[in-house]
T-cell receptor, first 113, second 112 residues
Framework: GNSVTQMEGPVTLSEEAFLTINCTYTATGYPSLFWYVQYPGEGLQLLLK?????DKGSNKGFEATYRKETTSFHLEKGSVQVSDSAVYFCALIPVVGDYKLSFGAGTTVTVRA | EAQVTQNPRYLITVTGKKLTVTCSQN?????MSWYRQDPGLGLRQIYY???????DKGDVPEGYKVSRKEKRNFPLILESPSPNQTSLYFCASSPGTYHGYTFGSGTRLTVV
């Protein structure tokens, strides 16, 4: 079946530190890959996406590259801020025409001033 | 503003009392879906819809019903709520698989 595995949290960082959240997936074919962010008390927001191998998604200083050879989509940010404290979800939609968004378990990130 | 609107945001109800959580999107999206989020279990899909009058079960459909009579609306119905349906619910919509889903702000339901 299709699944997403994320590194477990929680992750605690200091401001301006480098953030990496690992994400690997299992899917048939070539899934579309997404990172969502959930700030405290809010819904999920699409952070970035990539729809084919070697695509790089980027937004708000975050980046992730679709690596087909390692079936990975790791999220990175070079210098985090307190406002980046949130839960981050890796997700996939498996094939063209499919509609089911499958999520990883989520990684809680806390950034301290 | 393009958005998915859920109502209510918070709801406390008693076991067995039928309730409906409404969901509406103004983006003319084909796909709509309902998820529940529980600590330790993450986000799980309840039902989805690919278009008007086309719905199907997700991973955890038991105890829920949906309908899609209009493209913009996708209500979630709990005919006889039970305490194990206490959860945070999200409605989402999408124009297609390459775009991901836009989520509503969530409905926190407590069944006592």
């Amino acid at each position: 079946g299709n699944s997403v595995t994320q590194m477990e949290g929680p992750v605690t960082l200091s401001e301006e530190a480098f953030l990496t959240i690992n994400c690997t997936y299992t899917a048939t074919g070539y899934p579309s890959l997404f990172w969502y962010v959930q700030y405290p008390g809010e819904g999920l927001q699409l952070l970035l996406k990539a729809t084919k191998a070697d695509d790089k998604g980027s937004n708000k200083g975050f980046e992730a590259t679709y690596r087909k050879e390692t079936t990975s989509f790791h999220l990175e940010k070079g210098s985090v801020q307190v406002s980046d404290s949130a839960v981050y979800f890796c997700a996939l939609i498996p094939v063209v025409g499919d509609y089911k968004l499958s999520f990883g378990a989520g990684t809680t990130v806390t950034v301290r001033a | 503003e393009a958005q998915v609107t859920q109502n209510p945001r918070y709801l406390i109800t008693v076991t067995g009392k039928k309730l409906t959580v409404t969901c509406s999107q103004n983006m003319n999206h084909e796909y709509m879906s309902w998820y529940r989020q529980d600590p330790g279990l993450g986000l799980r899909q309840i039902y989805y819809s690919m278009n008007v009058e086309v719905t199907d079960k997700g991973d955890v459909p038991e105890g829920y019903k949906v309908s899609r009579k209009e493209k913009r609306n996708f209500p979630l119905i709990l005919e006889s709520p039970s305490p194990n349906q206490t959860s945070l619910y999200f409605c989402a919509s999408s124009p297609g698989t390459y775009h991901g889903y836009t989520f509503g702000s969530g409905t926190r339901l407590t069944v006592v």
